[in-house]
């Protein structure tokens, strides 16, 4: 029985009125009442509301996606709902989007073959044009025949999967043929891209050189068992893992081969990408951007104060200071934050003879500038405001 059905049952059988039983037990006569007439409250219609709607669209895409995406999706539909929101409602219903995973590398570098220059520096903002950088890498999708490899080309402007290759075998053919789709979907002019992979031995085979020089293609290179060196083609393989490789075990290889070819479309036109402004990659090369989206430099200077505040708590609770351009001489001016305090006792002056009625305003100065010059900023600034304050209540009222 539970303690609002035992508190109703003392006083159909005893006679005890429900307050004496609340106050008895320590709870909440409101409470009591919604359990015996039901919460017919606006908020609890909107949060079964929320509830729902959360709910369809996380099994929309088989729960891959997280409250930013289904945030984003929900205010396309015509709601009014904040990011937190929507993370409280999934926190509510158990709705878990990526849970952790331990990774396991598979690079393996060619000690013979010559090393490519890291030319990117862990620089991986989106380029302002398409076709100026591009990310690559492999990785392995089980299935019962055998492993079947992926290789595959990220944009890093729009981060579009531009080309891809599936193959039994991890080798530098699977990576030339991964290059040389992209090369095709790009039209055949790609003289100048920067294609950035790690130190494996099948970017460095001579097949995958000899296609880069014939496109005009410049490689560079990361540092060996560096995730970070690579981290875009890292991450996108990594949301290969979440949303298709652990939901399903195949049986054949063709049948892997087909499932990743559809995630790969669906993750082209389809999927929300954040760095994009939750815009899909190949709606992002067409043009088409979202009103208030964040920039890629802005979520990235987001999450470095975050990371930031969560070191120094003292930061966090602070609120940031918001400045505006640099002026010439290097000093920087606050922004929105009223005038800044006047550096000399003139200007101090001025500025509080400014605040007081036009009649009184050159009485107010003089007091002020006459007053002692051995006080301190507190003792003179006060001075300063009771000398206003006389002149003001001195002068006679000047309105009609």
């Known amino acids: ?22 106050r008895a037990l320590g709870v909440s006569q409101a409470w009591l009442y919604k359990w015996v007439h039901g919460d017919v409250s606006l ?86 044009r398409i076709d100026q950088r591009w990310v690559s890498d492999l990785t392995e999708i089980g299935t019962d025949e055998g492993v079947l490899y992926l290789a595959s080309i990220l944009d890093l402007s729009s981060r579009r999967a531009v080309g891809y290759a599936l193959g039994v075998h991890h080798d530098a053919d699977l990576a030339a043929a991964a290059v040389q789709v992209a ?82 479309f669906e993750y082209n036109t389809i999927r929300l990408h954040s760095t994009n402004g939750m815009i899909a990659p190949v709606e992002f090369e067409h043009g088409r951007r979202r009103d208030g989206a964040k920039s890629y430099d802005q979520l990235r200077r987001r999450r470095r104060h975050a990371r930031a505040t969560d070191k120094n708590p003292a930061e966090a609770a602070a609120p940031p200071e918001t400045l505006s351009e640099p002026l010439r001489d290097g000093h920087q001016r606050r922004a929105a934050s009223g005038p800044a305090p006047p550096t000399s006792r003139a200007a101090t002056a001025v500025a509080t003879a400014t ?46």
Not at 1 to 22: D, E, W
Not at 51 to 61: M, P, S
Not at 101 to 113: N, V
Not at 231 to 258: I, P
């Open 43 to 128: 908020r609890r219609a909107r949060r079964a509301a929320v509830d729902a709607a959360v709910a369809y669209e996380f099994a929309r895409r088989s729960g891959r996606d997280g409250s930013p995406t289904i945030t984003t999706r929900m205010r396309d539909s015509g709601w009014r709902i904040s990011k937190n929101t929507v993370a409280d409602s999934m926190r509510r219903q158990g709705l878990v989007a990526r849970p952790k995973r331990k990774r396991r590398g598979l690079t393996k570098a060619d000690r013979r073959a010559r090393k490519h220059p890291d030319l990117l520096g862990r620089d991986f903002a989106p380029p302002a």
């Open 1 to 22: 029985m539970s303690l609002a059905a035992f508190i109703a049952a003392q006083r159909a059988q005893h006679g005890i009125p429900h307050a004496v039983s609340c």
């Open 183 to 264: 090369i095709a979907v790009r039209g055949g002019d790609v003289a100048g891209v920067v294609l950035h992979t790690d130190q494996g031995g099948e970017f460095s085979g001579g097949e995958l050189a000899r296609v880069c020089a014939a496109a005009g293609i410049t490689q560079s290179m990361g540092r060996t068992g560096s995730a970070l060196d690579n981290a875009v083609a890292e991450a996108f393989h990594s949301t290969l893992e979440f949303e298709l490789r652990s939901r399903q075990r195949f049986a054949t290889r063709a049948a892997a081969r087909a499932a990743v070819i559809a995630w790969l």
């Open 355 to 400: 605040a007081c009625p036009p009649a009184a305003a050159a009485a107010a100065a003089q007091t002020a500038l006459d007053l002692g010059a051995s006080t301190g900023p507190g003792r003179h600034n006060q001075r300063q405001t009771r000398a206003c304050r006389s002149a003001r209540a001195t002068q006679p009222n000047q309105d009609p």
